[in-house]
Nanobody, 125 residues
Framework: VQLQASGGGLVQTGGSRRLSCAAS????????IGWFRQAPGKEREGVAC??????????YYAEFVKGRFSISRDNAKNTVSLQMNSLKPEDTAVYYC?????????????????WGQGTQVTVSS
């Protein structure tokens, strides 16, 4: 069971980037997928979470990305994406995706069962 985050890169302030979380050997649709990020010298923080199938579809966003980031699924491709718009230098971090049974209002504090390796997003000022 492995997740792989991709799509990172260098982007200018105000630009957009789309990250993708893909899975091998299991179906992402069964899991809630969370996106986290960690900047140098800072603790990991939750960015967004989307529940899996079989649950009332719910999404959660950290306050600092509301209105700018959007999480979505493509079940045909077995991927979960994080669309990031209006990027700011403070969004610079390594972004990770994780999978667990479900999302709730405290999803960012929950233990996730599976993790991807992370993808670097750098926003230049």
């Amino acid at each position: 069971v492995q997740l792989q985050a991709s799509g990172g890169g260098l982007v200018q302030t105000g630009g957009s980037r789309r990250l993708s979380c893909a899975a091998s050997r299991f179906t992402l649709d069964y899991y809630a997928i969370g996106w986290f990020r960690q900047a140098p010298g800072k603790e990991r923080e939750g960015v967004a979470c989307m529940s899996g199938s079989g649950h009332l579809t719910t999404t959660y966003y950290a306050e600092f990305v509301k209105g700018r980031f959007s999480i979505s699924r493509d079940n045909a491709k077995n991927t979960v994406s994080l669309q990031m718009n209006s990027l700011k230098p403070e969004d610079t971090a390594v972004y990770y995706c994780g999978a667990r049974a479900g999302c709730d209002s405290l999803w960012y504090q929950r233990d996730f069962d599976y993790w991807g390796q992370g993808t670097q997003v750098t926003v230049s000022s």
